[in-house]
C-alpha cells in the first residue's frame, strides 16, 4: 500500500509539473521594434508589456506557437515579416498606423484569430493561413497571395478594408459563417470544407466572387453567392 501512494503521488506531482509548464508557454507579446521598419525575427522587438523592454516576450523568445501577438500604439514602428511564423492570435489594436508586411518566401500561420482594427497588412503576395479573420479598421492587402481561411470572416463594420486584390481565398475547416456589411468581394474563391460541411454567408449578406469560384468539398448555404467571374 505504501508503494502504491508513493506512486500516486510522484504521478500528481509530474502531472501538476507538466501543467505548469504548459501553462507557462503561453504569452502575449507586444511589438516593440526599434527601426523603421523593423524585423519580426528578433527577440529585442518583443515585450511582455505595451511599449515595454524588448527581449521579455515569455521569457525572451519569439513570438511561438503558443503566443498571441499585439500590435498597439506605444510601439507604431512597422515590421517585416521575415520567417515563417505560426503563433495563436494576432491583434491590431486602434492607434498602430503601421505597416506589417510578409517577406519575400515567408509563410504566415494564425492558428486562433486575425484581428485588425487598424494599420496595414501586406500579404506581399506571399501565403498566409488564419482560423477566423475580423477587420473593423485599417487595410488588408492580400495582393496574389493564398489566403487559407479555416474558420470565419467578419467585416460588419462600415470601417476597415480588405482589398482582394488578385489573390486566391480557400475556405476549409467545419461548418463555418461569413458575415459582412452587406456585400463584401473577393477575387478567386476555392471552397474546399470537409464533406458535408456547411460555407454559409450571413442571411441578407453576398459574397461577391470577381475571379473563379471553385467548389472542391462542402455546401454552401443562406445568403448570396454572386460569382461573376467562371
Same mark, same amino acid.
Do not use: K
Given at each position: =500500500? !505504501?508503494?502504491?501512494? $508513493?506512486?500516486?503521488?510522484? &504521478?500528481? #506531482?509530474?502531472?501538476?509539473? *507538466? /501543467?505548469?509548464? +504548459?501553462?507557462?508557454?503561453?504569452?502575449?507579446?507586444?511589438?516593440?521594434?526599434?527601426?523603421?521598419?523593423?524585423?519580426?525575427?528578433?527577440?529585442?522587438?518583443?515585450?511582455?508589456?505595451?511599449?515595454?523592454?524588448?527581449?521579455?516576450?515569455?521569457?525572451?523568445?519569439?513570438?511561438?506557437?503558443?503566443?498571441?501577438?499585439?500590435?498597439?500604439?506605444?510601439?507604431?514602428?512597422?515590421?517585416?515579416?521575415?520567417?515563417?511564423?505560426?503563433?495563436?492570435?494576432?491583434?491590431?489594436?486602434?492607434?498602430?498606423?503601421?505597416?506589417?508586411?510578409? =517577406? !519575400?518566401?515567408?509563410? $504566415?500561420?494564425?492558428?486562433? &484569430?486575425? #484581428?485588425?482594427?487598424?494599420? *496595414? /497588412?501586406?500579404? +506581399?503576395?506571399?501565403?498566409?493561413?488564419?482560423?477566423?479573420?475580423?477587420?473593423?479598421?485599417?487595410?488588408?492587402?492580400?495582393?496574389?497571395?493564398?489566403?487559407?481561411?479555416?474558420?470565419?470572416?467578419?467585416?460588419?463594420?462600415?470601417?476597415?478594408?480588405?482589398?482582394?486584390?488578385?489573390?486566391?481565398?480557400?475556405?476549409?475547416?467545419?461548418?463555418?459563417?461569413?458575415?459582412?456589411?452587406?456585400?463584401?468581394?473577393?477575387?478567386?474563391?476555392?471552397?474546399?470544407?470537409?464533406?458535408?460541411?456547411?460555407?454559409?454567408?450571413?442571411?441578407?449578406?453576398?459574397?461577391?466572387?470577381?475571379?473563379?469560384?471553385?467548389?472542391?468539398?462542402?455546401?454552401?448555404?443562406?445568403?448570396?453567392?454572386?460569382?461573376?467571374?467562371?
Amino acid at each position: =500500500a !505504501a508503494v502504491f501512494f $508513493l506512486a500516486l503521488i510522484i &504521478s500528481t #506531482v509530474a502531472t501538476i509539473l *507538466i /501543467f505548469r509548464n +504548459a501553462s507557462a508557454a503561453v504569452a502575449t507579446c507586444y511589438w516593440v521594434g526599434d527601426t523603421n521598419p523593423a524585423n519580426w525575427n528578433d527577440v529585442t522587438h518583443w515585450s511582455s508589456a505595451p511599449g515595454g523592454a524588448g527581449s521579455t516576450c515569455d521569457g525572451g523568445i519569439v513570438p511561438g506557437t503558443d503566443e498571441t501577438v499585439i500590435f498597439t500604439s506605444d510601439n507604431v514602428n512597422s515590421a517585416t515579416i521575415d520567417s515563417s511564423p505560426t503563433f495563436r492570435n494576432l491583434t491590431i489594436n486602434a492607434g498602430y498606423t503601421g505597416t506589417i508586411t510578409q =517577406a !519575400a518566401g515567408q509563410v $504566415l500561420s494564425v492558428t486562433t &484569430s486575425f #484581428v485588425q482594427h487598424d494599420g *496595414i /497588412f501586406n500579404t +506581399a503576395d506571399q501565403a498566409i493561413s488564419i482560423a477566423s479573420f475580423t477587420i473593423d479598421g485599417g487595410t488588408f492587402n492580400a495582393g496574389a497571395s493564398t489566403v487559407t481561411l479555416s474558420g470565419g470572416f467578419t467585416h460588419t463594420a462600415a470601417t476597415g478594408t480588405f482589398n482582394e486584390d488578385t489573390s486566391i481565398l480557400r475556405l476549409t475547416g467545419l461548418d463555418t459563417i461569413y458575415d459582412f456589411n452587406t456585400t463584401e468581394t473577393f477575387n478567386n474563391v476555392e471552397v474546399a470544407r470537409g464533406a458535408g460541411n456547411w460555407a454559409t454567408v450571413n442571411s441578407g449578406d453576398t459574397m461577391v466572387i470577381a475571379g473563379t469560384f471553385t467548389l472542391t468539398t462542402g455546401i454552401l448555404r443562406m445568403g448570396t453567392f454572386d460569382a461573376r467571374g467562371n
